[in-house]
């Protein structure tokens, strides 16, 4: 079973727009990133997201792409508890992609590669995808990371 971390794209300001929406940078990230998991053939049913504005147009984006569709889920929220979601990947069996924020998937990841919530075994980036997957043993493993910048040049 493999779970795909993604933190939402580039956002606005809340002075700009309190919903806090994606930039132009925030949508060519997504969009660029998305591209990238069609081209490898990144498959997964559903797409999971905060509800925030700009973590629910990044999974918009990458639904598109990998022909998902996407939902809001409870627990995704930026100040939730990451204990909450690694106790629901513990329990699934299939693929899942969940798109959120820091500092929830910093710790989430911890929580699955260490054991512990406060440790820093990642650096995430705006539209950046960290791929673990869940070993026989019920340990957890990185795969891969992949960057915007990686996988091509902005076109802004």
């Given amino acids: 079973m493999r779970c795909y971390l993604i933190q939402h794209g ?9 919903s806090r929406s994606l930039t132009a940078a925030g949508i060519d990230e997504s969009t660029r990133m998305s591209e ?12 999971k997201h905060s509800g925030k504005t700009r973590a629910q147009q990044t999974a918009t984006i990458l639904a598109r792409a990998v022909g998902s569709r996407s939902e809001h ?8 508890d ?8 513990a329990e699934t069996s299939h693929d899942v992609m969940l798109v959120g924020h820091l500092p929830h998937l910093e710790g989430l990841v911890s929580i699955l590669l ?33 960057t915007p910048e990686l996988v091509g040049a902005s076109s802004l």
Wanted: one cysteine or more; proline letters at 7%.
């Fill in 10 to 18: 580039k956002s606005k300001g809340k002075a700009e727009d309190p």
């Fill in 36 to 47: 990238f998991l069609s081209q490898i053939g990144l498959s997964v049913s559903l797409i």
């Fill in 73 to 80: 889920s409870e627990g995704l929220a930026p100040l939730d």
């Fill in 82 to 89: 990451p204990e909450l979601v690694a106790g629901y990947l």
């Fill in 114 to 146: 260490t054991g512990k919530p406060d440790q820093k075994p990642v650096e995430f980036q705006n539209s950046g995808v960290v791929c673990l997957e869940r070993n026989q043993d019920l340990s957890w493993s990185l795969v891969w990371l992949m």
